[in-house]
């Protein structure tokens, strides 16, 4: 149905800034949110920031301040551009979408997506 490919993880010394991107790929018909979501080793999997197809956006009060979630309807792309690191941002981050994708008969139905995930490594 969609496809999500993350980009832009890596390895960044506290204080540093990285940005990640996620692209989604489908008969897209509409969306409702796309988000990020990080899971650190051995915990579980929480949400970091999320923006509405209007613009809204929410964040976890870990990372307010410092991290900025945007989205480009147009190219259906969602970033995080994440800066003043710390070593407990490590993690792997996913994004996540849901909205409504084009069928093969010409309905839009329902659709949750998730990214392979993205490793991002805060050193200190």
């Known amino acids: 149905q969609v496809r999500l490919v993350e980009s832009g993880g890596g390895l960044v010394q506290a204080g540093g800034s990285l940005s990640l991107s996620c692209t989604a790929f489908?008969?897209?018909?509409?969306?409702?949110?796309m988000a990020w979501y990080r899971q650190p080793p051995e915990k579980q999997r929480d949400m970091v920031a999320a923006?509405?197809?209007?613009?809204?956006?929410i964040y976890a009060d870990s990372v307010k301040g410092r991290f900025t979630i945007s989205r480009d309807n147009a190219k259906n792309i969602v970033y995080l551009q994440m800066n003043s690191l710390k070593p407990e941002d490590t993690a792997v981050y996913y994004c996540?979408?849901?909205?409504?994708?084009?069928?093969?008969?010409?309905?839009?139905?329902?659709?949750?997506?998730w990214g392979q995930g993205t490793q991002v490594t805060v050193s200190s």
């Open positions: 996540n979408a849901d909205g409504r994708v084009m069928t093969a008969s010409g309905s839009p139905v329902p659709f949750v997506s």
């Open positions: 489908g008969s897209i018909f509409s969306f409702n949110a």
């Open positions: 923006i509405t197809s209007g613009g809204s956006t």
